[in-house]
């Protein structure tokens, strides 16, 4: 094992680049591996020698090594030190410019890219989570390791994190439950299986908004179950259209707080009708509530859930969102009366995280870090979503205007004139920027043309406004 120095390697860092610092490492990294420049078992200094050597915080460097580590790059050895992943394969040089087609896809078909991206959907601000406060925590947990706490955690999570979510989500969201209700998931698939499997059977018509979350649709279509589009407005799911389409659906899907994608609430008579029809029918109404923490008008609104008098809402949150993707934490509050059911079937899946993931999980809401990070990054987007829609705004004109979106973590531009979607967003992509196509969120024959684009990794109007250049350079070429 040989020990290797950065600059033997790794190119200097370009400070006045769009992509920030940690992204550029994690880059350079990544590129030397898949050059043979380091190879499987090398070496690679601390974040402290590094940090030093290039001139940078140990927080940028730290960062870097989370994401490498993460997709499998590198290893801790402990007092060994960090390496190259021993049975790491030779790759491809990475490319500076690729082709949609050289992307990975994700289990929906959506790329994923090996990078992170500007305006990459599902990210949080990587860059201002507190990761020393993290490892402090982490650190704390270790040292209290009991035998026991080595064997495989509870399949329905540690009982510790479940108290610290049921305590949050009464204050934070208005949501009476108790710590039994409440279930750990590994995230929305994980969850969306435990509901399917506890409460549906194949063939079980379910509502799903229009335009919605495309994996959700395709999660129904694996579990052999239908789909029924329903459209939403102003005021979010159109319940009656819904009740027309299929008044004996078996559930419903929706995403009340910030609807997914188009950010609009779910209206007070809307919901009341949505519980009135999951009544009638014994229907259940699924709420993905991904990201309800963060709106920027007014106060945040109260769970679906928190109006639930009959027990049909099952209450789906995730920390992916709003803490950092890599812990793969999500969580599901379902009725009392279901609670053996889900028991049962959360044994039979097995899915959930290690538990030295949760146990530190909740010492951080329990100890206040979390609603206190909350509103620090509620703040922080709020500044970057005005910031963004600004820079984006001067750059991109009337053709293509900026939603001014209440709440969520990304902003919707319009497509107008002759302009599609789909063309615009894989152009974009072989230049290196990332959106979602709004046309591939709806089943609709002819639905709404636009462009997904998150603003948590977007750090200032300036870097905004060029990104929008870069994208308005490329309107041109997928005119129809």
């Not at 435990?194 to 409460?199: D, E, K, S, T, V």
Request: charged share 20%; aromatic share 6%; with cysteine.
């Amino acid at each position: 094992m040989t020990d290797r120095r950065p600059q033997d390697g790794l190119p200097p860092l370009a400070p006045n680049s769009a992509d920030p610092l940690y992204r550029q490492i994690y880059d350079r990294f990544r590129s030397a591996i898949a050059q043979g420049t380091l190879a499987p078992g090398d070496r690679i200094p601390s974040a402290r020698a590094l940090a030093k050597e290039m001139g940078v915080a140990r927080g940028t460097i730290e960062v870097a090594y989370s994401l490498l580590g993460t997709e499998g790059y590198i290893q801790t050895r402990g007092q060994a030190g960090t390496i190259v992943a021993p049975d790491l394969q030779p790759q491809a040089p990475v490319a500076a410019v690729v082709t949609p087609r050289e992307m990975p896809d994700d289990e929906h078909g959506w790329h994923r890219p090996a990078t992170i991206l500007p305006f990459q959907m599902g990210l949080p601000a990587l860059d201002e989570f507190p990761r020393k406060l993290w490892a402090r925590l982490g650190a704390r947990q270790l040292r209290s390791v009991q035998a026991p706490d080595l064997s495989y955690p509870p399949s329905n999570g540690l009982m510790g994190l479940r108290i610290s979510v049921a305590a949050y989500l009464q204050v934070a969201r208005g949501i009476h439950c108790q710590p039994s209700q409440v279930f750990i998931t590994s995230g929305y698939n994980h969850t969306m299986q435990l509901i399917m499997q506890a409460l549906l059977e194949p063939g079980d018509p379910v509502w799903v908004e229009d335009p919605g979350y495309p994996p959700t649709r395709a999660l129904l279509a694996q579990a052999r179950m239908q789909a029924v589009a329903v459209p939403v407005d102003a005021d979010g799911l159109i319940v009656s259209e819904g009740i027309t389409r299929c008044v004996g659906a078996k559930a419903a899907v929706v995403t009340p707080a910030h609807q997914s994608p188009l950010s609009m609430s779910l209206s007070l008579p809307r919901r009341q009708a949505l519980l009135e029809w999951a009544e009638r029918q014994q229907a259940w109404v699924v709420e993905d509530d991904y990201d309800g923490e963060y709106r920027y008008v007014g106060r945040p609104l109260p769970a679906l859930k928190s109006l639930d008098a009959q027990g049909r809402v099952l209450y789906a949150g995730s920390f992916s969102k709003v803490l950092f993707p890599g812990m793969r934490l999500a969580y599901l509050v379902v009725p009392e009366a279901k609670v053996a059911r889900f028991d049962r079937i959360c044994r039979l899946l097995s899915g959930t995280a290690p538990g030295l993931t949760q146990s530190i999980l909740a010492a951080f809401i329990t100890e206040g870090h979390f609603g206190r990070h909350i509103q620090r990054m509620r703040r922080l987007y709020s500044e970057r979503r005005r910031a963004t829609a600004a820079g984006l705004s001067a750059a991109l004109g009337p053709r293509m205007p900026i939603d001014p979106q209440p709440g969520g973590m990304h902003l919707l531009a319009r497509m107008e004139g002759r302009l599609t979607d789909q063309p615009l967003a894989a152009r974009m992509l072989t230049q290196g920027l990332y959106a979602h196509p709004l046309s591939r969120w709806s089943s609709l024959p002819d639905p709404q043309s636009g462009l997904l684009l998150s603003f948590t990794n977007i750090a200032s109007e300036a870097q905004a406004h060029e990104l929008g250049l870069r994208i308005k350079a490329l309107m041109s070429e997928t005119t129809t």
